[in-house]
């Protein structure tokens, strides 16, 4: 085979790079180099949706959107991509786009390159077209003059009419391609890792890049290399246990949903609600807790779990509690050269609910303001086990185990009650500009509430719309 490494192929076609910054986005790539300016920059940082493109699933055949502002170049190369461009022109129009025309589903149109990829990942897919599929198709586009009843309609109105795209070809083999002045490194399993640890010193892990790649420049001059973990095939792997589920480190968000749908449908409504399609399809589970933020969604819900973390490094392997591996705001325990390799997530007892709740501004596509996890069981109207875990109220995710202790023994409502009166004691949260502290304790107390009458009702209730 030809040499490929320099190649990306877009819309079917090989395109080589050449002479690009290490640090180019694909969309830059695509808008500035090749003048495929159907894809649209609106916010360039993960919002708006109006930079999708498909991307093939590691030459699986199948395909995802992405938001192609938030990947670098040195990702995506031997990948395959479709852009706008490649779905449809002015003379042979793709059936979506005939749908958009006929519904008015499309004013300015700055946005509508972004919602028709949306729209046509969900119509490739087996999913049903539903309203609620829908629904989370679009989520991570905006629109700010057409309003989105036309759109939903234009997509229902071709959903009988799929279309396959066939844009499988692609080469996922390269292991290495140099950018500009930095080196993308790719192992494709842990022995090749651990080679790179052992030879290189400095250098950068780079995962789905939804958080990393919103710096610029990604490295500084010093660190020259990165590591892409996306192709270590022990981190892409899910196993299904009888007590638990392990999540290899670079399971995405959405393959995290889909594996824990009938399982741990407890999680559904807060995966769901993890950024857009886009951002799902491309960050991953050991990324979100490496970032060690205090409003990241996953780690309050493997708090309550009691979750085990396998870390892998130049120094082998070994285990550590989830409780013990957040330090600080946006700090953990990690090693420079160690890496969340799976993460172990048992079911919780049968005689046990779990309820995970995300308040956030918006509904779809927003991170936390707070969030609270709670594994609880209960026998005759008292608290006979509880585990309880916050976010955005402390610089960590923090487990509440002073407050737990306290509310074990009493009746619900007591408990309850009790969390509601003296939650300063336990919770002092800052305020910043998602929230204030007034509004993040008056937030989690609401929860409380929430939670008191699911309990009280013998509910499931999973919703945070509910009620
Ligand atoms: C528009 C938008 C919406 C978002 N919405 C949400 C949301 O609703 N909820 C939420 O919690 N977050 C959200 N995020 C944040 C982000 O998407 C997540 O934190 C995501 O899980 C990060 O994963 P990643 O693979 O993209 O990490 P990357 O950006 O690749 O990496 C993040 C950091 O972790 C390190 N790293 C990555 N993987 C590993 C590993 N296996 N071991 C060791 N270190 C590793 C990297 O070196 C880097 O320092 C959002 C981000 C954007 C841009
Ligand atoms: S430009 Fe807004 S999501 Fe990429
Ligand atoms: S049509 Fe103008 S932003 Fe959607």
């Known amino acids: 085979m030809a040499d490929l490494k320099n190649t990306i192929f877009v819309n079917s076609k090989k395109v080589e790079v050449n002479n690009v910054h290490h640090d180019i986005t694909l ?44 990947i670098r170049l040195g990702q995506v190369m031997g990948r395959s991509v479709t852009t706008i461009e490649g779905v449809g022109c002015v003379k042979n129009p793709h059936p979506l786009q005939i749908a958009f025309t006929n519904e008015h589903a499309s004013q300015c149109g700055y946005c ?37 009843s036309p759109i939903i309609k234009a997509i229902k109105s071709v959903a009988k009419n799929r279309i396959t795209q066939n844009n499988s070809q692609s080469i ?3 292991k290495k391609i140099t950018l500009g002045n930095v080196t993308y490194l790719k192992p494709s399993n842990l022995k090749e890792l651990k080679k790179h640890l052992d030879e290189i010193k400095s250098f950068q892990f780079l995962a789905g890049g939804t958080d990393l790649n919103l710096q610029r420049p990604i490295i500084n001059q010093k660190e020259d290399k990165i590591i892409c973990l996306g192709s270590i095939v ?20 959405e393959s995290f949903l889909e594996a824990v749908r009938l399982k741990m449908p407890e999680l ?87 309820f995970s709740w995300k308040l956030s501004k918006r509904y779809d596509q927003d991170i936390s303001t707070v ?22 109220v402390a610089a960590i995710p923090k487990m509440l185990d002073n407050l737990s202790n306290q509310m074990l023994e009493k009746k619900i409502d007591d408990a309850i009650q009790f969390a509601i009166d003296n939650l300063e004691q336990y919770i002092q949260p800052i305020s910043d500009l998602r929230g204030s502290s007034h509004y993040r304790l ?26």
């Open 27 to 70: 969309l830059d790539w695509l808008r500035n180099h090749h003048r495929m300016t159907g894809t649209k920059e609106g916010c360039a940082e993960g919002d708006c949706g109006a930079c999708s493109v498909i991307i093939d699933e590691n030459g699986s055949g199948s395909s995802r959107p992405i938001n192609s502002c938030l």
């Open 112 to 148: 509508t390159p972004g919602f028709i990829m949306s729209g046509i990942s969900l119509l490739n897919s087996n999913k049903k077209i539903t309203d609620e599929t829908i629904n989370d198709a679009i989520s991570g586009n905006l629109c700010r003059c057409t309003g989105y």
């Open 172 to 174: 996922n083999k390269i």
């Open 234 to 253: 022990e981190l892409n792997k899910i196993t299904h246990l009888k007590e638990k589920i392990v999540l290899g480190g670079g399971v995405t968000i």
């Open 268 to 354: 559904v409504e807060i995966l769901q609600r993890f950024g857009s399609p886009q951002i799902r399809n491309q960050g991953t589970v050991g990324g979100n807790l490496c970032t060690s933020s205090p409003i990241g969604d996953i780690a309050p819900i493997l708090l309550v779990l009691n979750s085990d973390l396998n870390v892998f490094g130049r120094n082998g392997s070994k285990k550590i509690n989830i409780k013990n591996f957040f330090k600080g705001y946006r700090k953990n325990v990690l090693q420079k050269d160690e890496i969340i390799s799976s993460v172990e997530i048992p079911f919780a007892n049968k005689k046990n609910k779990i």
């Open 371 to 392: 969030s609270l996890a709670i594994n609880i069981q209960t026998h005759k109207n008292i608290i006979k086990e509880l585990h309880l875990a916050a976010g955005g």
């Open 442 to 467: 008056e937030a989690i107390k609401g929860l409380f509430r929430r939670l008191q009458t699911c309990l009280i009702q013998n509910k499931n209730s999973l919703s945070i719309m509910d009620f």
